[in-house]
């Protein structure tokens, strides 16, 4: 938000859940007030129970940065959604659509053989992207052996043929840094917060609505942890735990994917990184790069 209010931007939000609508209080989407501050882009784009690929970010996420520069403005795609930002910034590479057949044998497996026997399948085909999914991460699992079945290619492999080396567009890419024990901190409270915000009755009222506890949406992160609560599988103390517990194994997923990126640079957190972040950002505004396939104007920042 100060980068944006600094620098004369607009946020394009790239997290995979608060594309959802209705999804308000457990993705910690942006409020009223602050949309009215800074304009935001990606927000609210389809139901709980649709799909949402990373294909479709790019296209959309693309069009939305072409806009913002069209208007004189500095596009930040912010969030912590790193495929995301990578099929945007870096480009996909071409793979085959998904394949119902496929994945319900693969779904019949892991149910088969219990939790973790699709992350070890992958990690005898593709270990790189075994070593980089968590085990419970079953929508990338599926989707890695899914490509593998069909292609016969690690799509480890597949993604590093067709990257960009230069970037579709020019980009800074800033990633804030915070110590692991204040993260957790932060992580706990953040989920306290939520719950006490009504995290539970948005759920229910999404539920009471039809809405699908299978569907995309209710399976995210921390949601799928509400819906077994009010399926009455947990109590409430133990469903914040969990919430917790698996945000925090997220968050460390995330920094683990963002320090992979040899171009991305670190920045202490707010405070003091927001003077650091600023410096960089104007200095890289006023002789951008060129970037691969970048139209005219096409300059973005991206902060994982």
């Known amino acids: 938000m100060r ?15 608060q594309v959802f609508r209705s999804l308000d209080v457990g993705t910690a989407k942006p409020t009223p007030e ?19 690929s990373a294909a479709r970010f790019r296209d959309l996420a693309s069009r939305a940065v072409r806009e913002i520069a069209a208007r004189g403005r500095v596009p930040l795609v912010v969030g912590g959604t790193g495929l995301w ?21 693969l779904r019949r497996a892991e149910a088969e053989g219990g939790p973790g026997t699709l992350h070890r399948l992958l990690g005898e085909v593709d270990p790189e992207a075994a070593a980089r999914l968590h085990p ?11 490509v593998h079945r069909l292609t016969g290619r ?27 024990e204040v993260l957790d901190e932060r992580i706990a409270s953040r ?3 939520m719950f006490e915000a009504g995290w539970v009755e948005e759920v229910r009222r999404l539920l009471a609505s039809g809405a699908d506890p299978s569907g995309r949406g209710l399976r995210g992160l921390g949601y799928r942890r509400v819906v077994e609560h009010l399926g009455g599988a947990i109590d409430a103390d133990e469903t914040l735990a969990r919430v917790i517990a698996d945000t925090r ?17 670190p920045l202490p957190p ?20 060129v970037a691969v396939g970048a139209p005219p104007g096409g300059r973005a920042s991206a902060n994982g």
């Open 85 to 105: 930002i990578r099929a945007l910034l870096d480009g996909l590479a071409p793979a085959p659509a998904a394949d119902p057949g496929v994945r319900a044998e």
């Open 136 to 146: 419970r991460d079953l929508v990338r699992i599926e989707r890695a052996l899914e």
């Open 3 to 17: 980068l944006a209010e600094e620098l004369g931007g607009e946020i394009v939000c790239a997290d995979s859940m």
């Open 270 to 289: 707010p405070p003091d990184g927001i003077a650091e972040a600023l410096e960089q950002a104007r200095a890289f505004l006023q002789d951008p790069p």
């Open 249 to 265: 194994a997220y968050a460390r997923r995330q920094v683990q994917w963002f320090r992979g990126d040899a171009r991305a640079r």
């Open 154 to 180: 690690p799509l480890s492999e597949i993604h590093a043929a067709h990257r960009f080396p230069g970037g579709l567009f020019p980009a800074l890419r800033l990633t804030i840094q915070v110590p692991r």
């Open 191 to 193: 989920a306290r917060g």
């Open 34 to 52: 602050e949309r009215a501050r800074v304009r935001h882009h990606l927000l609210d784009v389809i139901d709980p129970d649709e799909a949402f």
